[in-house]
């Protein structure tokens, strides 16, 4: 849903035409993938920061400038396995979540890597495979929110400010661009205050760049309470952020496939745009892994595609590229959701749930 009399990147009619014909696939976590590798210290320093004075270890984004192959060996995997889609490896890269390991100043340089290893995986993909690949550049929810107190004591508190977060997501998603990214994915949200400020300094980019991308938008939903850490209900959310003319909203993280359904059934049922879904492999279980099997994964998701509640699936943690392929073979053939033709004309507003006023 662009703004009008603004001049589109070509991406916008592409990823629709992908949208429509079918649903599209999405590629899995970065995360978990490197986790499973067991990196060592010397691992993530690499070359670039042998005399570095923090820790790196657990540093995923940072491996962008110092293990490019095994980012982009993870993206060639879940290409092979049938993603459409494959997203930066980018989920920490904010200036805010870098200063953490005391490497805040290469975050532009993070951003850019990352955008670049992952085109280079697409259009490895396009001519291994003969179908069109997109470069998401993700945007994670930042280490820090803007909504509520880490300090218990003192409730007014916060640790991070509207402007620092919008000039921390103004810088990554420059990178990401300048990089190769073709859409903006602000991802995992917790806080929709959060999502606001990375909308907001999206807006700020665009207006610099020839012509606007595509924008996602993805929330996580807590628990079984259905809202976000912040306290929105799924409606709340998209009224919270349906200004911003995203090209899809949708739901990864925190939950498995199972527990989101009633969520993904709401949002299918008021949102405007197109509707994406990528779950945990299940619940983490009592040692921090993912149980849920590929086949497990891939009904699940069937399910919500015969539904007709979805145009884009995948994984979040815990998945791989067997859960990739597994999904992408369970929906090939079911129909997309359709955008809705008709919307009626009402005031639709937000707290920590919706109010709309006909």
């Keep these: 849903m662009p703004v009008p009399n603004q001049l589109l990147s070509p991406v916008f009619a592409e990823l629709t035409r992908l949208f429509e014909q079918r649903i599209a696939i999405i590629e899995g976590p970065k995360g ?14 690499g070359r670039c920061f042998c005399s570095h004075p923090h820790d790196l270890a657990g540093d995923n984004d940072i491996l962008c400038l110092t293990q490019p192959d095994i980012i982009d060996g993870i993206h060639r995997a879940f290409i092979e396995a049938g993603a459409d889609l494959v ?5 920490n890269a904010t200036r805010i979540s870098q200063s953490d390991y005391q490497t805040d100043s290469y ?7 990352a955008a670049q290893i992952c085109a280079r995986a697409a259009r490895w993909g396009e001519a291994q495979f003969g179908r069109r690949i997109f ?15 880490p300090d218990v004591n003192r409730p007014d508190f916060r640790a991070v400010t509207f402007d620092q977060l919008v000039a921390a997501y103004y810088e990554a998603a420059r990178g990401l661009v300048d990089g190769g990214a073709e859409i903006l994915l602000v991802e995992t949200i917790f806080d929709t205050l959060n999502a606001k400020a990375a ?18 938008v993805s929330v996580t939903i807590s628990d079984a309470s259905g809202r976000t850490l912040s306290g929105q209900t799924m409606e709340a959310f998209y009224n ?8 899809s909203v949708g739901i990864n993280c925190a939950l498995g496939g199972k527990q989101m359904r009633p969520y993904v059934e709401e949002l299918a049922r008021i949102a405007g745009c197109y509707v994406t879904c990528y779950p945990n492999a299940g619940l983490p279980n009592a040692f921090g892994g993912y149980d849920e099997t590929p086949a497990e994964m891939a009904a699940t ?6 539904n007709g509640w979805v145009n884009l699936v995948g994984g979040c943690c815990g998945s791989t590229p067997a859960h990739i392929n597994a999904i992408a073979t369970a929906v090939k053939g079911l129909k997309p959701r359709a955008l809705p033709t008709t919307t009626a004309g009402a005031l639709r507003l937000s707290g920590l749930e919706p109010l709309t006023i006909s």
């Design 240 to 247: 919270s952020i349906v200004h911003a003319r995203p090209f």
């Design 199 to 216: 909308l907001f300094a999206i807006e700020n980019l665009f207006d610099e760049l020839p012509a606007r991308l595509p924008v996602m």
């Design 301 to 306: 998701l069937a399910e919500f595609a015969a």
């Design 135 to 149: 470069v998401a550049g993700a945007l994670g929810p930042t280490s820090r929110t803007a909504s509520l107190s």
């Design 87 to 91: 997203s930066t490896n980018t989920f």
């Design 32 to 45: 978990t993938m490197v986790q499973a590798r067991r990196l060592s210290e010397a691992d993530f320093r």
């Design 107 to 113: 975050a532009p340089d993070i951003n850019r890597a």
